[in-house]
Nanobody, 114 residues
Framework: VQLQASGGGLVQAGGSLRLSCAAS????????MGWYRQPPGKQRDLVAL???????TYADSVKGRFTISRDIAKNTVYLQMNNLKFEDTAVYYC?????????WGQGTQVTVSS
């Protein structure tokens, strides 16, 4: 499975961005897809995930601001990020767990200016 992430960029605090993660094959039966992020000098942490049944989970720091969704027809998972804060600055990585193994996309940089 190959994952192509896109949508990062520079945005002012309070602004919005939408990240996309396109998979090279059907995501219909993927157990989990989601996003991690890694701020400069820090560890990579989970941001949000969506399961094959559509159940979503969010990090406390993004609840109410970020929304994860998927378009099965397009083999794509999205992360809508609203009311961005300076502390959301990070490299964002999408991942997929079709069954057991985890696949990672390349990172996309999100920079929020204060």
């Amino acid at each position: 499975v190959q994952l192509q992430a896109s949508g990062g960029g520079l945005v002012q605090a309070g602004g919005s961005l939408r990240l996309s993660c396109a998979a090279s094959e059907s995501i219909f039966n993927f157990n989990v897809m989601g996003w991690y992020r890694q701020p400069p000098g820090k560890q990579r942490d989970l941001v949000a995930l969506i399961t094959s049944t559509g159940k979503t989970t969010y990090a406390d720091s993004v609840k109410g601001r970020f929304t994860i969704s998927r378009d099965i027809a397009k083999n794509t998972v999205y992360l809508q990020m609203n009311n961005l804060k300076f502390e959301d600055t990070a490299v964002y990585y999408c991942y997929a767990v079709p069954r057991v193994r985890t696949y990672w996309g390349q990172g996309t940089q999100v920079t929020v200016s204060s």
